[in-house]
């Protein structure tokens, strides 16, 4: 309910950097005063550089929506009710071995999405984010940007949501376990109203083990009627584990995106995180997370 340098990302099958997007200026034109016959040919010469200057713009759209660090990334305005981190992205390889399958692919697909192990210790060791937690951020990012490249979502983002809700699942004296789960299991108070909204139970204590009010539950502190709507899976198991790091960073980078839809915009990522947790406080405590998270990578 509660994104150094820029390493960029690997894509593709065998590690595919991608490179930062450069814009290309609008050429300009010059107005030229000339005799009849020259107006005639500058005329004609006119429609041709705007023929070539369309052509031109249509190459460069297709280049930025294919290139996901193409995409544009607001500073944050001062203004607290309208805070936005610097949207980062995490570097990244595609290969075999452990890590997240997309779930636009066949899931009898070889083809896996994780971040880049390198990278998860480096920028690990100068934000502080623990790798256990920072490698489930920076991989959920990376699947989000697979399936919704309009989305822009940031593992800044999902690292500062994940400080805000359980301090990278340390709060209450809990660990992540080197399989993602928190352990002891993380679950806040009963959302009875007195200081939180009041949730009457959506469970029947399945989840959050009261059958009467709804409790926050795991290292990202999801809700069991949320959980119910976004809960996935990142290694392909048939039932989402709420209190694994993986899987409930996963879910809520697809509640960000679903809620928020293009993320590098402000008002956008406002509206996700206020999905994620009403207050104004809360987005802004976010949002300053995020924004310092954004200078390691």
Known sequence: MNETE???????????QLDEFERTPAPQRKVIFVTIVSLITAAILGLTL??????????GETETLSNPAA????????DISSSQPQANDAAAKLGEGEGQR???????????????????AQVSKESGVPERALKAYATAALVLRDEQPGCGLGWNTLAAIGQVESGHGTIHGASLASDG????????V????????????????????????????????????????????????AEPDIDQI??????????????????????????????????????????????YYGAFG
């Not at 820029?6 to 595919?16: K, P, Q, S, T």
């Not at 926050?216 to 392909?236: C, D, E, K, L, N």
């Not at 293009?262 to 995020?290: F, K």
Request: aromatic letters at 8%; a negative charge; proline letters at 6%.
């Open 246 to 291: 993986d899987d409930a960073a996963l879910s809520a980078a697809t509640l960000l995106c679903a809620e928020g839809g293009d993320l590098t915009t402000a008002e956008n990522w406002i509206r996700a995180v206020q999905a994620y947790n009403p207050s104004v406080a809360y987005n802004n405590d976010v949002a300053d997370i995020a924004e």
């Open 6 to 16: 820029d390493l960029g990302l690997l894509f593709h099958e065998n590690a595919l």
């Open 102 to 120: 997309s779930a636009a692919e066949n899931e009898s697909s070889e083809r896996v999405i994780q971040a880049d192990p390198l990278w998860v």
């Open 190 to 237: 009963a959302l009875d109203g007195e200081v939180y909204q009041a949730i009457p139970d959506t469970d029947s204590g399945l989840i959050d083990g009261d059958a009467v009010w709804d409790r926050a539950v795991g290292p990202m502190q999801f809700i069991p009627q949320t959980w119910a709507v976004y809960g996935r899976s990142a290694g392909g198991s």
């Open 71 to 78: 995409e544009a990334h607001p500073e944050p305005t001062p």
């Open 50 to 59: 705007i023929w070539a200057g369309q052509l031109s713009a249509k190459a």
């Open 181 to 188: 789960r928190a352990l002891p299991r993380i679950v806040g």
